[in-house]
């Protein structure tokens, strides 16, 4: 293995190289497909019968996508592809916006899925050397298993602490000199307040970097967290449709991240036209699994909004880097008429120092408007227990809040470990509007 990579000859692969194993996989991946019910149905309407019915990359344009509701509907063996005897394992979604899904893996599945993971732990500079431990939950969401395999092929040591507990977690970061932890970005700030309430020293811990994904964050809160932890914290990316973490990483340029595009066709498509996109402008990601043979899924749908980075990136890997998620197309708040994304509200609080590691947003009726209340835990460092100086950090969370979002929002003060926190995945907004 050569340090800085793990799989040279792919991860820095030519363009023509590329397009040439996409195809190719491609059509296998077709081919996969028609084995389902689901997909025989859906391609022969499009006149696909075959992998070879695909002849050039172009011919991606031909195949319907697949959503997260087809999904849903094939529940539980309609997208299977495979001998159940073919099956070493079944991941489910968490399920933050519905029903899961079910996708099913075979050996060489799961030997793909590690080879891409760890790629992208060699690409932040991570070697055998680093302890890793690992606070995402182990069993049907992937974010525990993926990681773990990946970590354990490396050569990593790996803690397999799996969620919650945060004052054992602290422990064996000390105990075993944790120098990478994989989190959900809220659960990492909320390991910062804990390790101020049990007054435990930052020289206690080894940590040197963090892995931060599941969730969508902002630029602001990698930000604060490298700050309170002195650390480097790389953005990763996945959705157990396309496996799980793995899909796409930030190598230690922390630039976007990088997509392993010789096992995932990515596209971003304006969501209402489903028009594909250029490069730079922001649509919904879509994803074509080239390698998995178990649960082929051709053009999923993700949900999830990004843009694709103009340029290469220093470290010299080809495959394309994804921007930040910035929402899901189904997590937009209308509040009052009026569009937001959680994410904007997350990205002016999170730039706020005295903001603390926990906010929530609250929505209600009040007649027959709404009402938004922003609820965001104080940074107990910088409080010295000044009613004014309360007064005016309200009115400054409330004026810059104002300027990006346009409605003006009630906000709430609150101490710090007060606002209610979860062990996966965040649940930042309360919803108590009767819908009508
Ligand atoms: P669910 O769709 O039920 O949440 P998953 O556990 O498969 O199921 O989670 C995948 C989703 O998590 C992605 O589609 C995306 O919305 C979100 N996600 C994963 N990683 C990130 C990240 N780095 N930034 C923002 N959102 C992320
Ligand atoms: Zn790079």
Redesign the pocket.
């Known amino acids: 293995m050569e340090a800085y990579y793990w799989n040279k000859e792919l991860e820095t692969i030519d363009q023509a190289s590329l397009e040439d194993l996409q195809l190719k996989l491609l059509r296998d991946t077709v081919q996969a497909a028609l084995k389902t019910p689901f997909y025989r149905n859906r391609l022969k309407k499009a006149g696909i019968n075959s992998g070879d019915d695909i002849r050039s990359l172009q011919d991606l344009q031909r195949i319907p996508f697949t959503t997260k509701d087809d999904l849903r509907e094939g529940y539980p063996t309609g997208l299977l592809a495979v001998d159940l005897a073919e099956v070493v394992r079944i991941h489910t ?5 519905g029903t ?1 899904t079910v996708i099913y893996h075979t050996k060489e599945d799961l030997d793909n899925w590690t080879e891409l993971v760890c790629r992208c732990i060699v690409a932040t500079g991570a070697t055998r050397e680093d302890v890793f431990q690992n606070t995402m939950s182990y069993g049907l ?3 525990g298993l993926g990681l773990h395999y990946g970590a354990e092929r490396l050569g990593m040591t790996v803690i397999p602490v799996g969620s919650g507990n945060t004052r054992r977690q602290i422990q064996l970061m000390k105990d075993f000199k944790t120098t990478v932890i994989h989190a959900t970005p809220s659960y990492m700030l909320h390991i910062y307040s804990k390790l101020n309430e049990f007054k435990i020293p930052l020289n206690e811990l080894f940590l040197k970097k963090a892995y ?6 902002s630029e602001n809160t990698r930000r604060k967290i490298e700050e309170f932890f002195h650390i480097d914290v790389y ?7 396309m496996n ?2 793995g899909v796409s990483f930030e190598c230690i340029h922390k630039c976007g ?1 990088h997509t392993w595009e010789d096992s995932y066709l990515l596209e971003i498509i304006d969501p209402k036209t489903t028009r594909t996109l250029s490069e730079e402008h922001e649509g919904e990601i879509v994803l074509t699994n080239l390698r998995r043979r178990a649960t082929p899924l051709l053009r999923y749908r ?3 909004l990004a843009f694709i980075h103009k340029g290469k990136c220093k470290c010299k890997r080809t495959h394309r880097r994804l921007s ?2 910035t929402g ?1 197309t189904d997590d937009m708040l209308i509040i009052n008429g009026v569009n937001v994304y959680p994410s904007q509200i997350e990205e002016v609080i999170m730039r706020i120092p005295q903001v603390g590691t926990n906010y929530q947003i609250c929505l209600e009726k009040d007649g027959t408007l709404d009402k938004i209340i922003v609820k965001v835990e104080i940074y107990s460092k910088l409080f010295t227990g000044d009613i004014r100086q309360l007064d005016t950090l309200k009115a400054k969370i409330n004026e810059e809040l104002r300027a990006a979002i346009i409605i003006s929002p009630i906000v709430e003060l609150h101490e710090p470990g007060s606002l209610p926190v979860s062990e996966g ?1 965040a649940k930042r907004v309360v919803d108590s509007r009767t819908k009508l």
Not at 93 to 97: A, C, E, L, M, R
Not at 235 to 241: F, K, P, T, V
């Open positions: 979604s968490s399920g933050t916006t899961p969401f992937t974010g931060l994904g599941a969730e969508p964050y953005n990763s990316y996945g959705l157990s449709e799980g973490p991240m993700t949900r999830d930040r998620i899901r995945k």
